[in-house]
């Protein structure tokens, strides 16, 4: 099993920039991607970026909102993945929820992920 716990999230002002972080307990996460989704009330949760498992060093993975924008990294000797967010739109509004799964690859469907954190918000003010 493996445990997910996010920080970083809250208020900021469009076009500002922060950094969510997400640390892994539990079973090793080397192989996992490790990655983002995010979620608006009423909406379905949507993928944001991730990192592939060792198996596919430093492949990433990001939705089209993200691409230019966000930067996903991970540090596994710290058993850590990053989302760096920078210019930030009131549209990146949300929950943002760290995910892993077991097989390694990135993809954009959350029924692929078997592992789940509580999530931090983020809102970002006009």
């Known amino acids: 099993q493996v445990q997910l716990v996010e920080s970083g999230g809250g208020s900021f002002q469009a076009g500002e920039s922060l950094t969510l972080s997400c640390t892994a307990s539990g079973d090793s996460v080397e192989s996992a991607c490790m990655g983002w989704f995010r979620q608006v009330p009423g909406k379905e949760r949507e993928w944001v970026a991730g990192?592939?498992?060792?198996?596919?060093?430093?492949?990433?993975s990001y939705a089209e909102s993200a691409k230019g924008r966000f930067i996903v990294t991970r540090d596994d000797a710290k058993r850590t993945v990053y989302l760096q967010m920078n210019s930030l739109k009131p549209e990146d509004t949300a929950m943002y929820y760290c995910?892993?799964?077991?097989?390694?690859?990135?993809?954009?469907?959350?029924?692929?992920?078997?592992?789940w954190g509580q999530g931090t918000p983020v809102t970002v003010s006009s």
């Open positions: 995910v892993a799964n077991e097989d390694g690859v990135c993809l954009m469907q959350s029924r692929r992920y078997k592992f």
């Open positions: 990192v592939f498992g060792k198996i596919h060093p430093g492949v990433t």
